[in-house]
Nanobody, 130 residues
Framework: QVQVVESGGGSVQAGGSLRLSCAASGYTSTHFGNCMGWFRQAPGKEREGVAA????????FYRDSVRGRFTISKDNADNAVYLQMNSLTPEDTAMYYCAADINTDCSGGAFLSSLGGHYWGQGTQVTVSS
């Protein structure tokens, strides 16, 4: 059974940084690698895709509002991905969820446009104060 576990959320002032971690387990790896990424959901808003990475080729995808501030990276040895978030603003405040599609790529970034078909973590809160 696939499990996805996040860690690393917290509270920070505007302009600060946080690093989120996510690890997936409980599956058999193939040469395709996985697509893993982060979504977020603020109170009263829909869940939205933030960043994703194909763990095989290492291609990355970002939503426009975080490009240049957030960096997603991977550690294939640990089946883990990381989201380094810099220059945080109050608008980044949300519950952040890690999601994984196993033994597939990110479909050219389409992974971030769909909420269906992913394995989800439990979420980690990020709060940015002004």
């Amino acid at each position: 059974q696939v499990q996805v576990v996040e860690s690393g959320g917290g509270s920070v002032q505007a302009g600060g940084s946080l690093r989120l971690s996510c690890a997936a387990s409980g599956y058999t790896s193939t040469h395709f690698g996985n697509c893993m990424g982060w979504f977020r959901q603020a109170p009263g808003k829909e869940r939205e895709g933030v960043a994703a990475i194909s763990t095989g080729p290492g291609r990355t995808f970002y939503r426009d509002s975080v490009r240049g501030r957030f960096t997603i990276s991977k550690d294939n040895a640990d089946n883990a991905v990381y989201l380094q978030m810099n220059s945080l603003t109050p608008e980044d405040t949300a519950m952040y969820y890690c999601a994984a599609d196993i033994n597939t790529d990110c479909s050219g970034g389409a992974f971030l446009s769909s909420l269906g078909g992913h394995y989800w973590g439990q979420g980690t809160q990020v709060t940015v104060s002004s």
